[in-house]
């Protein structure tokens, strides 16, 4: 999972196997979680969204599931492929309270082997 | 739709030196934002803004300066360069939601800067 320092998680996977990615995210209050993907020397790009009113979504090839329990944030990715390589963060928003911020983990690199 | 806009792609400073990133998104975004990138750290807020003339500081403002005189653009300055400074910029923009919540960022490709 996500934490927060230099040494950036690296989950190794074969191609076609499902992916897990966890986050475990800080604050009780926030309500609006986002999943982003980011390649080598590009700009985040939004994978996924949920808000607090739900516990899963799912989107093509990929799930979120929020357990607010335990504050935690996990995204499935299904039949990875190597264009699937990249660093995955997750990030909160505190919504009602504070919903001009967002807060990001530092990620995890997903590795693909062929 | 271009998107998120930013330029330059790559710069470097001397330290005490100035200079402004540009930030310009063509989606009418409400909201926009300056993050930076540090190695193995998330994307940290510098500064935000709600609409035009509004802006308001993030988790690590000092050492820059925003302004908003329109909804598409969003200029970052850093005023004196200082090593701590070398990093990786990216502009954020989304719409804002009818609840007044915040929707999902786009961000630009990123400015590279270092200080020497």
């Known amino acids: 999972g996500e934490s927060v320092g230099l040494h950036l998680p690296t989950l190794s996977v074969q191609e076609g196997d499902n992916s897990i990615i966890n986050c475990a995210y800080s604050n009780s209050a926030s309500d609006y979680f986002i999943w982003y993907k980011q390649e080598s020397g590009k700009g985040p790009q939004f994978i996924i969204d949920?808000?607090?009113?739900?516990d899963k979504r799912q989107g093509q090839r990929v799930t979120v599931l929020l357990n607010k329990t335990v504050k935690h944030l996990s995204l499935q990715i299904a039949a990875t492929q190597p264009g699937d390589s990249a660093v995955y963060f997750c990030a909160e928003n505190m919504g009602l309270y504070n919903f001009n911020k967002f807060y990001f983990g530092s990620g995890t690199k997903l590795n693909v082997k062929p | 739709n271009a998107g998120v806009t930013q330029t330059p792609k790559f710069q470097v400073l001397k330290t005490g030196q100035s200079m402004t990133l540009q930030c310009a998104q063509d989606m009418n975004h409400e909201y926009m934002s300056w993050y930076r990138q540090d190695p193995g750290m998330g994307l940290r807020l510098i500064h935000y803004?709600?609409?035009?003339?509004?802006?308001d500081q993030g988790e690590v403002p000092n050492g820059y300066n925003v302004s908003r005189s329109t909804t598409e653009d969003f200029p970052l300055r850093l005023l004196s360069a200082a090593p701590s400074q070398t990093s990786v910029y990216f502009c954020a923009s989304s719409r804002t939601g009818v609840d007044s919540t915040n929707e999902k960022l786009f961000f630009g490709s990123g400015t590279q800067l270092s200080v020497l």
């Open positions: 803004s709600v609409g035009a003339g509004i802006t």
């Open positions: 949920i808000r607090s009113n739900m």
